[in-house]
């Protein structure tokens, strides 16, 4: 096998399995600073996760490091490079494994090689093609751009355990929403319902559906949409008024569409809820959670946040 300079990250290795606190730790080693590993990255090249006579290595992404993210989905073999066969186990929370490998075993975030009697792998072989990405099930799947998480790697052979953690840092190349913020102001018997969202991106071909849900929120009285005369939804985007369609309305629910969807690409987003006859603003503290939820759609995503008291 071709192999190149590591970068080798916080490792544990003995029989005892002891996980060390400071394993989920970055940490590099070698002149080089993983240069190499980097260059194999960067020509499309999979870059494996070695089990040694050492411990548990790593050749460059998505395992190299260093404080920087991958794209999602993210490829990587597994290679045993003992001289006995291993099995294997890799758990995550914020993300999911697939791998095509009939010694692999995955259930979400739960990868398995060689357990519950299945094969191991054996001297010089490896788990080609494992695949991960983050798990649209996880709260920071919709939360931000990159979701960073932990992900538990243990390795067993005859008479050796290696438990180790690695932080795996990947782009969330989906719908994603960073903060929202939600105030109102009654004027001359009507409302309006500002949303202020943060750093807003959705795939192509762009903002196409809101939904408001107020379920949860208080008012300061009965909040019915369906009483509502002048009922309006506008998206600034970039300065740009966007007129949303009421689909749907229920008495603390909305939602609108996009005929005509903006683009989103990493920019704030202000949504203007405009309503009269028997408006009701909201209640609560600055700072606090309102309890209106908000979801944005586009691109086959989706995103739910709750709006922050402004």
Same mark, same amino acid.
């Given at each position: 096998?071709?192999?190149?300079?590591?970068?080798?990250?916080?490792?544990?290795?003995?029989?005892?399995?002891? %996980? #060390?606190?400071?394993?989920?730790?970055?940490?590099?080693?070698?002149?080089?600073? /993983?240069?190499?590993?980097?260059?194999?990255?960067?020509?499309?090249?999979?870059?494996?996760?070695?089990? $040694?006579?050492? /411990?548990? @290595?790593?050749?460059? +992404?998505?395992?190299?490091?260093?404080?920087?993210?991958?794209? *999602?989905?993210?490829?990587?073999?597994?290679?045993?490079?003992?001289?006995? +066969?291993?099995?294997?186990?890799?758990?995550?929370?914020?993300?999911?494994?697939?791998?095509?490998?009939?010694? #692999?075993?995955?259930?979400?975030?739960?990868?398995?090689?060689?357990?519950?009697?299945?094969?191991?792998?054996?001297?010089?072989?490896?788990?080609?093609?494992?695949?991960?990405?983050?798990? +649209?099930?996880?709260?920071?799947?919709?939360?931000?751009? *990159?979701?960073?998480?932990?992900?538990?790697?243990?390795?067993?052979?005859?008479?050796?355990?290696?438990?180790?953690?690695?932080?795996?840092?990947?782009?969330?190349?989906?719908?994603?929403? =960073?903060?929202?913020?939600?105030?109102? =102001?009654?004027?001359?018997?009507?409302? =309006?319902?500002?949303?202020?969202?943060? $750093?807003?991106?959705?795939?192509?071909?762009?903002?196409? *559906?809101?939904?408001?849900?107020?379920?949860? *929120?208080?008012?300061?009285?009965?909040?019915?949409?369906?009483?509502?005369?002048?009922?309006?939804?506008?998206?600034?985007?970039?300065?740009?008024?966007? #007129?949303? $369609?009421? @689909?749907?309305?229920?008495?603390?629910?909305?939602?609108?569409?996009?005929?005509?969807?903006?683009?989103?690409?990493?920019?704030?987003?202000?949504?203007?809820?405009?309503?009269?006859?028997?408006? #009701?603003?909201?209640?609560?503290?600055?700072?606090?959670?309102? /309890?209106?939820?908000? @979801?944005? %759609? /586009?691109?086959?995503?989706?995103?739910?946040?709750?709006?922050?008291?402004?």
């Amino acid at each position: 096998m071709n192999r190149t300079r590591r970068g080798t990250l916080a490792l544990i290795a003995g029989s005892s399995g002891v %996980l #060390a606190a400071d394993a989920l730790e970055f940490s590099s080693a070698g002149d080089g600073d /993983g240069a190499d590993a980097s260059a194999d990255a960067s020509n499309g090249a999979t870059l494996p996760l070695e089990v $040694t006579e050492d /411990g548990l @290595e790593t050749a460059g +992404p998505p395992f190299d490091g260093k404080r920087r993210s991958t794209p *999602a989905p993210a490829t990587f073999d597994i290679v045993n490079q003992r001289s006995v +066969p291993v099995s294997l186990v890799l758990e995550a929370d914020a993300f999911r494994f697939n791998a095509a490998d009939d010694r #692999a075993v995955v259930d979400g975030g739960r990868l398995l090689v060689g357990g519950d009697g299945n094969e191991k792998v054996g001297p010089g072989e490896r788990i080609a093609n494992v695949t991960v990405e983050i798990d +649209p099930r996880s709260e920071a799947s919709t939360a931000s751009a *990159a979701v960073t998480g932990a992900v538990e790697i243990t390795a067993e052979g005859a008479d050796t355990r290696i438990d180790a953690g690695r932080k795996l840092t990947l782009e969330n190349r989906g719908l994603t929403v =960073e903060r929202a913020l939600v105030e109102s =102001e009654r004027t001359d018997g009507a409302v =309006e319902h500002r949303w202020l969202l943060d $750093t807003v991106t959705v795939p192509n071909p762009g903002l196409e *559906a809101l939904r408001f849900d107020y379920r949860d *929120a208080e008012p300061a009285a009965a909040l019915d949409f369906t009483d509502a005369e002048a009922l309006s939804v506008t998206a600034v985007i970039d300065g740009t008024e966007h #007129a949303g $369609t009421i @689909e749907h309305r229920r008495p603390n629910r909305l939602t609108v569409s996009f005929d005509d969807p903006p683009s989103v690409d990493r920019t704030d987003v202000e949504l203007l809820l405009y309503e009269t006859e028997s408006p #009701a603003s909201l209640e609560g503290e600055r700072g606090q959670p309102s /309890g209106a939820t908000l @979801e944005v %759609l /586009g691109g086959g995503f989706s995103a739910r946040v709750e709006g922050t008291r402004r």
